[in-house]
């Protein structure tokens, strides 16, 4: 059963690691890495959110190899996973992308490391039952500032006190994991 | 508080697509994901395991550059996660080492996708109270069937009976995460 819930992996606007905001460069990896998790965990949809069109002319020739090209039949299950993906401009654009398909009461959910006053799981899975969630992913060091607006929630880092600078493949691993769980906990 | 638990990233013997049995290449962002995995979860070791020298040689060169080459001022996070990192030619010579540092009752337990009859988590963090684990992941398409032998047990897949071809990299994160837990629960 697909779950309502959906990821954003969002290249701009975001951090570089003095601090200014960048927008990043797409990385083949983490298009595949993040399929492939949100396959296995059901999810919905995963919005790809970037600015620079080179970079979705690159995510788009990259799907197709996989789904049409020679990658479909090399490696049906990398076909399979990005079924789910969706590119998109704007964080803005993927949240109203998700209300439209998943409903108005629908909710963004930002994560980050540095946000030590965010949800904690157990209210972040009590959410999840109540409301289509979109968790928001940064790439480079971190979503910027103007993303962390109050009318979106945030979620407290996955190892507080501790040193915590996981890719953010690892974290989103575990943020779903620690929502959705596995499969003789939930559907 | 460092804990008694680490892991092994095996190259070899390992399975390709096709089901043979190869030497899998390393890759530099295994090492960092992993090993700022291992950090965050206060492992004590990340071996990889490649019996190439010509390998071992590529992941010295990286370990410098962000040790004492110009990656340790530029990224300090990661030369701090690197400090786990061991590189052994077998699998055999990862578990001696680790039973030579964390006591003759440590214990390997393998993961894999396709081993379906595994040890459950519950289970498992009650093996990781009484023992000190080596984690063993496999790259490629897999540990080879020569390593699940009945001398280790294996550990149950993270998505039974669902759409399962998570990467390396988010298995284990999904895998530390589930055995160790966050902050709030565990020392």
Known sequence: M???MAIALVHHPVLDRRGDVVTSAVTNLDI????RLAKTYNLARFYLVTPAVEQQQLVARIVHHWREGAGASYNPDRCQALDCLHVTTTFDEALRDWRALAGPEAVALLTGARHREGLDFPV?????AQHPLLLVFGTGHGLAPAIYTPDHPCLAPV???HYNH???RTA???ILDRLIGD???LS
Not at 32 to 35: K, P, T
Not at 124 to 128: I, Q, S
């Open 2 to 4: 697909i779950k309502p």
């Open 32 to 35: 595949h890495d993040l399929a």
């Open 124 to 128: 972040a899975r009590g959410m999840a």
């Open 159 to 161: 190892r507080a006190g």
């Open 166 to 168: 996981l890719s953010v």
């Open 172 to 174: 989103a691993a575990i």
């Open 183 to 185: 499969s003789s906990t």
